[in-house]
């Protein structure tokens, strides 16, 4: 069960990784692999990937409107005060990659709830900008045009009390049920946007807690990347087939022991 749960662990840091374009080394993997086993920390890891940059979070001041971007640049608030934009992404994917492996680990004790989804974003992406965990006040539109920031909190307080109503998921037997329920909520998240970034990669975490909870795994190693962004961005139309499809193919129901 253990080296199940491993494996299943790495699919999911591999496919995080590989939707963003990019490829998981032995040395990355092995890397994660210590710190699911707990050889070693998150918080030992990101600190020596922040040294080995020559990077100081100690310069930052705070006198800067931590939801904004650098003026003449695309790279939002950060620490390190980087404005290279291919620095920063390599930088927030493997610090974020790092965390994500730790919360693989160690889920956060807590419902389900908005609260819960914030604190996986405060946790993947706190490291490196102030604004982690802060509810976006400007309009994003990177795929299509997302919930209006002044409708965020009523529209995630309606979303989230019918996930709870709905028991989280729980108790739902057959598994096209399951997968029905999962690609709503999960295309709701999506068009709800509550953050400048990594939504894609808290809302992802946030499910797969959600289905193993409810006594489901998503194999994360059969699913492929681009097919699975294409289907969320179907979703954010009101189109949840193409998310049920690709859902229909890697959700699995495990057993209690």
Not at 85 to 103: N, Q, W
Not at 150 to 177: C, N, P, V, W
Request: overall charge negative; hydrophobic content about 35%.
């Amino acid at each position: 069960m253990k080296n199940d749960w491993l494996d299943y662990s790495l699919d999911y840091l591999r496919f995080t990784i590989e939707a963003d374009g990019e490829t998981m080394d032995d040395s990355l993997c092995d890397e994660f692999r210590s710190i699911l086993e707990g050889e070693t920390t998150a918080e030992k890891s990101v600190a020596d990937h922040i040294r080995s940059l020559n990077l100081d979070a100690s310069l930052y001041r705070g006198d800067v409107d931590e939801m904004s971007y650098y003026p003449g640049t695309r790279c939002l608030v950060n620490y390190f005060g980087i404005k290279d934009k291919p620095m920063l992404r390599r930088v927030d994917k493997r610090i974020s990659s790092l965390r994500t492996a730790e919360l693989l680990r160690s889920p956060l004790k807590m419902p389900f709830s908005f609260d819960h989804l914030i604190a996986i974003h405060s946790h993947l992406f706190g490291d490196i900008y102030p604004s982690a965990g802060m509810i976006r006040t400007s309009q994003s539109h990177k795929h299509r045009e997302y919930c209006q920031p002044e409708y965020i909190q009523s529209a995630a307080g309606k979303l989230f009390d019918g996930l709870r109503q709905s028991h989280y998921l729980m108790g739902i037997k057959d598994t096209d049920d399951f997968v029905n329920e999962l690609a709503y909520y999960m295309g709701e998240v999506e068009a709800l946007h509550p953050f400048l970034d990594g939504n894609g990669r808290t809302t992802r975490l946030f499910f797969d807690s959600i289905a193993r909870n409810a006594g489901y795994a998503i194999g994360w190693g059969s699913s492929d990347p681009d097919h699975f962004l294409e289907a969320n961005v179907a979703a954010l139309d009101g189109d949840y087939q193409a998310l049920i499809d690709v859902l229909e193919e890697i959700v699995i129901p495990v057993s209690a022991d």
